[in-house]
């Protein structure tokens, strides 16, 4: 045992956790023993590789296996309560709790059953094992390059810091129990929020606003006050316009580039001006992380790919039609060859409001969809986003309809803080309490 233990922990290999029942600790069966041609529509929850996320469960990608096929396999079998492991990154060796609506289920080859001595808290085990002392033991003894795994033999032998007393276990588990509800209550009602703000923002740019900032009546309700449109029907006073239409009168006000030998890899810098990519943009969200980067020469010399504040910036490639508005904070960066960048007459269209309808609007997402080559969307085209009809209200609407949205998006803002600051007090109590240097105390997590 080491001397920098604090007193009342040990040090083992955490197989001395596993439950003495029999197959506590195995790994899933072999690709052989349970192919594609075994999943049915019902029966037995197949639990896979993308359900085991670092800490939690993904409950998405639902599958399942008959009784009789999983019955076969029922060494592979878990219950709320264990603890799953991935032999895969990304990353290596994350664990998670089975929950409790997943009242039983088959692994795949990819993941490993650990089923605790009831002695032991699972959430204190697996905090544990997903600690940075864990994983980067587990990555040291991983084999493989292109993606690296870890064996159960190799698992197995890793040691894991505990308080030898199940109480202090406990206690350390109920404080990260407690942060992790907070979190995920709030991040519900967030789920809730953006619910509520979608279809408040699908009805103003159906209704629109009246001059005292009210929803328009419907058009079931008041019939006189909408006109027909290529969209559908829409307020008298809105028109519908191409995308083309809407642009800024300025020599190049939607481009994508630069292209080929306009700017080759080894022109990259480490610093100067940003370069951006599909990285930066998100769901309404611009992210200001930068990686790549040309030199002021470099820029003035592609200056027509320039970025300017409160341009309309969408993914071509990866994930397609994602869209954010450039924030007033960037004052030089260059488009690149994966993205749109479009720049608007203000006074025609708010930039915010064509970012919402790129990424959340039926017509939009019908639009793109008539024009895609097969099922999934490669890239939008140039011409595909011109000629892209969207409805306009006047002006001094779209400044009401502003208005509308940014106090639902500061709602969510508020919300999501409280999850970041949340978040950062459980990384901060983590570190100190899985290493045994700060002794738990419940009441750290209120």
């Known amino acids: 045992m080491s001397d920098s233990l604090p007193a009342g922990w040990v040090k083992e290999p955490l197989c001395v956790f596993a439950s003495t029942e029999p197959n506590s600790f195995v790994d899933g069966p ?100 997903n600690g940075a002392e864990f994983r980067r033991e587990a990555e040291r003894l991983s084999t493989g390059t292109t993606r690296t795994r870890i064996s159960l033999s190799t698992l197995k032998r890793i040691h894991l810091k505990a308080p030898s007393a199940p109480d202090e276990q406990k206690k350390i588990g109920d404080i990260i129990r407690t942060l992790d509800e907070a979190i995920e209550q709030t991040e519900a009602l967030i789920a809730k929020m953006q619910q509520v703000k979608a279809g408040l923002m699908h009805d103003l740019f159906i209704r629109g606003v009246t001059p005292d900032g009210c929803l328009r009546p419907s058009r079931e309700q008041a019939p006189d006050l909408y006109k027909e449109s290529p969209l559908g029907w829409i307020p008298k006073e809105w028109n519908c316009l191409p995308v083309d239409q809407l ?10 580039g630069p292209f080929g030998s306009a700017l080759l890899k080894d022109e990259l810098v480490e610093e100067g001006i940003p370069l951006l990519g599909i990285d930066n943009i998100f769901v309404e969200r611009f992210a200001p992380r930068f990686h790549r980067f040309v030199t002021e020469r470099k820029f003035q010399e592609l200056s027509r790919y320039s970025v ?22 960037i004052t030089k960066a260059l488009s690149s060859k994966h993205i749109w960048t479009m720049t608007f007459d203000t006074e025609l269209v708010i930039p915010e409001l064509v970012c919402w309808q790129l990424n959340h609007a039926h017509w939009v997402k019908d639009w793109f969809a008539r024009h895609s080559q097969g099922a999934v969307m490669e890239a939008i085209q140039s011409s595909t986003l011109r000629t892209l009809r969207l409805p306009i209200p006047p002006i001094e609407e779209q400044k009401k309809i502003l208005d509308r949205y940014l ?40």
């Open 407 to 446: 106090s639902a998006n500061q709602v969510v803002e508020n919300e999501e803080k409280i999850v970041s600051k949340l978040s950062r007090q459980k990384n901060g109590l983590m570190h100190d309490l899985l290493s045994g240097r700060v002794q738990a105390n419940p009441g750290e997590a209120q």
């Open 30 to 129: 072999f690709g052989s023993d349970l192919k594609v041609s075994d999943y049915t529509e019902d029966g037995i929850r197949i639990l896979q590789l993308q359900n085991l996320g670092d800490g939690h469960f993904i409950n998405e990608n639902v599958k399942y296996t008959s009784k009789l096929k999983a019955a076969s396999l029922s060494r592979c079998l878990v219950k709320p309560g264990d603890l799953l492991i991935a032999k895969m990154a990304d990353p290596l060796a994350r664990a998670c709790i089975v929950p409790d609506n997943v009242e039983q289920g088959l692994i795949v080859a990819d993941l490993i059953k650990l089923r605790l001595d009831r002695r032991h808290d699972s959430t204190f085990i697996a905090a544990s094992i």
């Open 308 to 329: 300017f504040p409160r341009d309309v910036i969408i993914t071509i490639m990866g994930t397609v039609g994602r869209c954010c508005v450039v924030p007033n904070g």
């Open 247 to 256: 642009l800024a009168k300025t020599a190049c006000p939607m481009r994508s």
